[in-house]
């Protein structure tokens, strides 16, 4: 079954999934062949029973339509099963807020972690995916954008002018000492992966007294699409900043957050 696996994983880049999409499709199979001996409809029915009984709904449909997806690679399309509907989000859940974000860059400044400090204000800043992150190139500072394909398109992520203002002397003296055209790089000089950024961000949170449930890439993501609404209500130009490839899925940054909500709530609620 590994040929097979590997071959699923060829045909899904020449269909110009993600990287992340890749690996996450990847992983599913994986996971389905540690329980099932041969793929069919039967087993793909208890494989997606398993996993709504042991994951959050999103989790398991994820892996549902992998699975779908490497029937239909295997000319399969009879083995296939219903996705799992997911409930729409009434709120914004996990978001790092303000506060937490300033003590974060506060803690890495005053560690001297300057890479730390400017990598977080990168994320932040530009609203881009942790998978769009990594692939940030110099060029960048001097355009004031960034361009790559990402999700079946071309995106161009903007830089602010006043992030470039005040991060020049520090890759002034960055990529001097580094031969490199991207602007955040590994310890040893490669391109940063989806993980690495990751588990820095648990690290330094840890570290710093953030919560865990913030503690990854996606929650910048999230404070970049609030924090921009604050200034200006164009939920138009913020749904092409981030993406996305319908207004709807921005609109979710014009409600509440879930924190936010409950504590409106109680205050009505105690009468």
């Known amino acids: ?14 269909l110009e999934r993600s990287e992340n999409t890749i690996d996450t ?24 029973k ?20 490497f029937c239909m690679f295997l000319g399969h399309a009879e083995y ?4 799992i509907r997911i409930h729409q989000s009434t709120s914004v859940e996990n978001v790092i807020s303000i506060t937490e974000y300033r003590r974060l860059l506060a803690g890495l400044k005053g560690d001297g972690n300057e890479r730390g400090y400017w990598l977080i204000s990168f994320l932040a800043h530009t609203g881009a995916r942790v998978s769009e992150f990594v692939r940030l190139s110099r060029d960048g500072l001097t355009a004031g954008y960034c361009e790559m394909w990402t999700k079946g398109k071309v995106r161009r992520i903007y830089i602010p002018q006043s ?6 002397e520090y890759f002034q003296r960055y990529f001097q000492e580094t031969d490199t055209d991207l ?15 990751a588990a820095s961000i648990r690290s330094w949170a ?12 996606h929650a910048f993501r999230h404070l970049f699409a609030i924090e921009f609404l604050k200034k200006n209500s164009n939920i138009a130009l913020l749904a092409d900043l981030m993406g996305h490839s ?12 879930m924190e936010e909500q409950m504590r409106q709530f109680n205050e009505a609620s105690d009468w």
């Open 50 to 69: 398993r996993q709504l009984e042991q994951w959050k709904p999103k989790t398991a449909h994820n892996r549902v339509v992998a699975l779908n997806q």
């Open 25 to 48: 499709y990847i992983w599913a199979v994986r996971i389905f062949f540690r329980q099932y001996q041969e793929i069919s409809r039967e087993n793909l029915l208890d494989f997606k």
């Open 1 to 14: 079954m590994e040929t097979e696996i590997e071959a699923f994983r060829r045909y899904l880049t020449e």
């Open 206 to 217: 840890k570290k710093y007294g953030i919560r865990k449930e913030v503690a990854h890439p």
């Open 246 to 257: 319908s207004v709807s899925t921005t609109s979710v940054y014009l409600k509440l957050s």
């Open 183 to 197: 602007l955040f790089v590994n310890r040893y000089g490669g391109a940063l992966n989806n993980r690495s950024v």
């Open 80 to 83: 296939c099963v219903k996705g």
């Open 163 to 168: 992030l470039i203002r005040r991060s020049r």
